[in-house]
């Protein structure tokens, strides 16, 4: 292992962070709040969200936040445009072993600066397509070829700066080609933790507070409701169905696509059909995941979907669009149904399928729980604390005092 403590000095740099709501946000406090749990010192820089720079304790670790501003295009986020300094000192104070970034903004070009004042070796992981931005940027959509470059040259020379880079799946490598990195990069998974998402049947009480039936079953989706997401196709495939079939429908999430969502349920004639619960509290996800008797995926720009990992765990078969990762997880005929892009009455009729056979949903949501199981945040720990390591000790054999660079 050479010289380095098992208790490293973790530094994780992130543009999307807790309370935002989306994969990056999810991963990144989830990996803070392991490698803390497992005696690791972490800090997590990330922008303020009242604009104002601060420092407040997640639990279990430090998150510094940096001076921001409100990016109005994009969910309402908050991003730090030029937080240079503030990395600095940070890193300066903090002293890191390591430093791990999960999005390529202002606060993870501020952290590579960082990592080259100070020496401190850098991991990059890559969460991000860039459908994730074009398909929300509607006026961008007629250069969304030239965007797509654009972004993938960016991309390649902002990862370039890592050590090393890691995506969530194998798909993700096919298909942004991290070759051109020229950097070693692995598949390592986002994963969940198993012991929060598993299967059991919430209290009469806990329906009631989300207006959610008991005796019919639930299709749900969980996520964002950005452009992105397509979830306009899911109310498609559900107004597609027999209307004899009894099902409710469960749209858990918010974002920039949600006023239109309601609009296209009333104008389907869906609005008794649907019940859009809008943002729910981080401790609610598991309970009303567990409500669910079929999750359906519609969006096409998932490099991993932490969110279908979660239902699956809590014992839902999927229903998912096969682009992006999802094919991955979602195994069709094994423990869902996939349909490709935007085709609704595939979508559908696998959804149908299932609301017709309560045996299919039983043998089909044992085979979610199996695939799922690989998915454990333990083991996406383990690789990630082995990883750290390998760098680090890649990088400097004999740990250098930051006193040293200052």
Known sequence: MGW???????????????????????????????????????????P?????????????????????????????????????????????????DIIHLQ???GIGLGAIGAAKKYHVPLVATNHSMSENLIDNLKLLAPFARQIDYILREYGSRFYGNADYVTLPTVAAIRMLKPDSFAKPYVAISNGIDLKRFHTGQPTPEFYERYNIPMNVPIVMYLGRLDSEKHVSILLRALQHLDPKLRYHAVVVGDGNDLSHLVEVATDLGLEERVTFVGRIDEADKPMILRTGTIFAMPSPAELQSISTMEAMASGMPVVAVNAGALYELCK????????????????????????????????????????????????????????YAEVIAMRSPVKPELSEVL
């Open 4 to 46: 380095y403590n098992k208790n490293m000095r973790i530094l994780i740099a992130s543009d999307l962070h807790w309370p935002t709501m989306n994969g990056i946000a999810t991963f990144g406090r989830n990996l803070a709040q392991g490698l803390a749990e497992r005696g690791h010192e972490v800090v997590v820089v990330a």
């Open 48 to 96: 303020s969200q009242t604009g104002k720079k601060y420092e407040e304790q997640d639990k279990n670790h430090r998150v510094v936040r940096t001076a921001s501003v409100i990016f109005p295009f994009y969910q309402n986020l908050r991003v730090s445009l030029s937080p240079n300094r503030e990395i600095n000192e940070i890193t300066k104070q903090f002293k890191p």
């Open 332 to 387: 069709n005929g094994e423990n869902g149904f996939l349909f490709e892009i935007d085709d609704y009455e595939v979508m559908s009729q696998g959804i149908g399928e299932l609301l017709a056979d309560p045996e299919l949903v039983k043998t089909m949501s044992a085979r979610s729980l199996e695939i799922v199981s690989k998915h454990d945040l333990s083991v996406t720990l383990d690789k990630f604390e082995e990883l």
């Open 103 to 105: 999005t390529p903004l």
